[in-house]
C-alpha cells in the first residue's frame, strides 16, 4: 500500500509530515511513499532529497489523494481535502475531532478513517507517538528564544568594566512539556528562572532543572497529575484566587512570563489579568503559549504582537513549530512513522487497524464507517498513581521519652543476653576434661578484649572520616596499642614483629587522613 503526504495549505504552515529519512523507515514497513511536489521545500527539504529516498513524487493534491492507500498530514483537513478522502482510505493528522465534529462526520461519511494524533493516549508505550508532546517541547523552546528576541537585555548577568547587567527574571507557568522545554532553556541562558504549576509533584523536576518553584501557602489537596493523563486538573475558586494573588505579587519583579496552562479541549484558563501586566516593568515580555484557545493573559492577541500602554510585549503567535519547520517535521514524522510501525505489526506492508490496541483504538475517531470518538479509557493508567503519603504524627515529650526507654531496655536484654551466651560459651570450654588452666587464662582475656574492641570501634564517630575510614583507624589504633605493649619484650621475634605493626598501622592511619583530605578537596571550589 501507498503512503501519501499533500502539501499543507493552511496559510503559514511549513511542516510537512513525511521526511526523507522517515519515508525510508516506512519502506522497510513494506510500504510505498509519495509525496505532492514542493510539500517540503518550506521544512528545507526538497523533492530531489525525497527522490533519492525513493520516495514517487505526485505532481498535483489531486493526484496524491488518487493514488494513496493511507494520507499522513499535520494540520487537520480542510473540506475541500475531505471531499478527496474516499472509502477505506485512513488519514491521519492532528483532527482535534471534539472541536471539529462536522469534519469528523464528514469524514465519515465518506467511509474513510481517521487517526488523531492528537488523541494519542499518554500511556508509556505510546510515547514514541505523542506528537503534542513533540510539538509542545518545540513551543516551550522557540518561546523562549522569542521571549530574548523582544526582550531588550540578556539573559545573564554580566560585570564588565561598561557596568553591571543584572541576569533576567524568568517565571513559566505551567510545568507540562513545553513548560519544562522553556524552564531548560531559560536555565541554560543564564535566566533567573521560576515555576509554578498547580501539580505538587512536578516542583521535584522543575528543581532538578535548575528552576525555583513557586509554592503557594494555601491547604488543599490537589489532585495528581497522574490521574488525569498527565494534565493538570481544574483547580477550585479559591485555589485560582490564591494563585493570582502570589502572581500580583511576583509580577513586578518579572522581567519574562511565559504561560503554558492548557488541557486539550477547553478554553485556556486566564491567568495573568490586565491588573499584573499594568504591574510589570516597561521592557519586560509576556509569550502566551495558550493563545489558539483564548490565551493565559487577558489581553493576548491571537496570532499577534502587541505593546501596552506601559511598554510591556505580548506575543501571541500560535505557529511557534512551524517557526522551526525542520525540527518540527523531523520529530513529527517520527511520531508517525512510530504509529504505523505499530499499525503494521507483520511490516508486509499492509496495516492491520487493532481495535483492541489502546493506542490506535485511542487515536481512532472513524473506522469502517462508525465515528468511535470518544474512545474509551485506557486499559493501562498512563501513570500509576502516587499514594498519598501521610504525614508523620508528631511525638509528644512523654511519648519521646517512652520511646527511649523501651529502646535502652531493648539494647540492655540484647548485650546481657550475648554476655551470658558468652560466658556459657567459656564456661563450656572450661569444662572440657584436660583443658590447662594457663590456657583458660590467655582464653578469658581474649574474649574480653575482642568483646572490648568491638564496642571500641563500632562506637567511633566518623565526623572526619568516611564510615568505612572511621573503622579501619580505630582497628589501626588498638593495633599501635598492642605493638607498644609488646615491644620491649625480651623476645627479638615478638620485638621485630610489633615493630612493623606499628609501622603498618601508621601508614593505614595516616594513609586515611590523606586519602579524606583529597575527598573533601573535591568540593573545594578552590
Known amino acids: 500500500m501507498k503512503i501519501g503526504t499533500p502539501k499543507e495549505i493552511f496559510e503559514g504552515e511549513n511542516r510537512v509530515a513525511m521526511t526523507p529519512a522517515s519515508a525510508k523507515d516506512l519502506q522497510k514497513l513494506g510500504y510505498e511513499c509519495i509525496i505532492e511536489t514542493g510539500a517540503g521545500l518550506a521544512a528545507g527539504f526538497s523533492d530531489q532529497a ?11 493534491a489531486a493526484a496524491l489523494y488518487k493514488a494513496a492507500d493511507i494520507v499522513a498530514k499535520v494540520r487537520p483537513p480542510s473540506d475541500a481535502e ?14 482535534y475531532p471534539a472541536q471539529n ?10 467511509g474513510a478513517t481517521v487517526i488523531a494524533m492528537d488523541m494519542v493516549p499518554r500511556i508509556s508505550r505510546a510515547q514514541k507517538m505523542d506528537a503534542l508532546s513533540s510539538m509542545a517541547n518545540i513551543a516551550g523552546y522557540r518561546a523562549v528564544i522569542e521571549a530574548g528576541n523582544n526582550f531588550g537585555r540578556f539573559f545573564t548577568g554580566q560585570v564588565t568594566a561598561a557596568g553591571k547587567v543584572p541576569p533576567a ?24 528562572t521560576y515555576a509554578f504549576d498547580v501539580r505538587p509533584e512536578v516542583a521535584e523536576q522543575v528543581e532538578s532543572m535548575g528552576a525555583e518553584f513557586v509554592f503557594l501557602d494555601f491547604e488543599e489537596e490537589q489532585q495528581d497529575g497522574s490521574a488525569t493523563g498527565g494534565y493538570a486538573a481544574v483547580s477550585s475558586p479559591e485555589f485560582a484566587a490564591a494563585q493570582l494573588a502570589k502572581f500580583r505579587e511576583i509580577a513586578p519583579d518579572m522581567d519574562i512570563v511565559i504561560t503554558t496552562a492548557l488541557i486539550p479541549g477547553r478554553d485556556a484558563p486566564e491567568l495573568w489579568t490586565k491588573d499584573m501586566v499594568e504591574a510589570m516593568k516597561p521592557g519586560s515580555v509576556i509569550v502566551d503559549l495558550a493563545a489558539e484557545r483564548g490565551g493565559n493573559c487577558k489581553l493576548t492577541v491571537k496570532d499577534e504582537k502587541i505593546v501596552t500602554d506601559n511598554g510591556v510585549i505580548i506575543v501571541g503567535y500560535t505557529d511557534f513549530p512551524s517557526r522551526m519547520a525542520a525540527q518540527s517535521s523531523t520529530l513529527y514524522a517520527t511520531n508517525i512513522r512510530h504509529m504505523m510501525t505499530d499499525l503494521t505489526p507483520e511490516k508486509d506492508g499492509t496495516p492491520n487497524h487493532n481495535m483492541e ?6 487515536a481512532t475517531a472513524t473506522h469502517k464507517g462508525e465515528i468511535t470518538f470518544p474512545p474509551p479509557p485506557p486499559k493501562v493508567a498512563a501513570i500509576a498513581a502516587a499514594p498519598k503519603k501521610e504525614k508523620p504524627k508528631e511525638l509528644t515529650a512523654e511519648e ?18 550475648l554476655l551470658a551466651i558468652g560466658a556459657a560459651l567459656i564456661l563450656g570450654i572450661g569444662l572440657i576434661p584436660g583443658m590447662p588452666a594457663s590456657f583458660m587464662q590467655h582464653f578469658i582475656v581474649f574474649v574480653l578484649s575482642v568483646f572490648i574492641g568491638f564496642q571500641v570501634i563500632w562506637n567511633v564517630a566518623h565526623s572526619l572520616h568516611t564510615p568505612l575510614m572511621a573503622v579501619t583507624n580505630a582497628i589501626s589504633s588498638i593495633i599501635i596499642l598492642g605493638a607498644l605493649i609488646q615491644i620491649g619484650s625480651s623476645n627479638a621475634l615478638i620485638t621485630i614483629l610489633a615493630a612493623l605493626g606499628i609501622f603498618m598501622a601508621a601508614v593505614n592511619i595516616f594513609g586515611g587522613f590523606l586519602v579524606t583530605r583529597r575527598m573533601l578537596a573535591m568540593f573545594q571550589k578552590s
Do not use: H
Open 400 to 417: 519521646k521519652r517512652a520511646n527511649e526507654v523501651a529502646a535502652f531496655k531493648k539494647e540492655t536484654k540484647t548485650q546481657v543476653g
Open 357 to 362: 490496541d489502546d493506542v490506535i483504538r485511542g
Open 50 to 60: 525525497y527522490k533519492d529516498a525513493g520516495v514517487e513524487v505526485a505532481k498535483t
Open 101 to 110: 465534529k462536522e469534519l469528523m462526520e464528514a469524514a465519515n461519511a465518506k
Open 169 to 192: 527574571k524568568v517565571l513559566v507557568v505551567g510545568a507540562g512539556v513545553a513548560g519544562l522545554a522553556a524552564i531548560g532553556t531559560a536555565t541554560s541562558l543564564g535566566a533567573i
Open 82 to 95: 475531505v471531499k478527496k478522502l474516499r472509502e477505506g482510505q485512513t488519514l491521519i493528522s492532528f483532527f
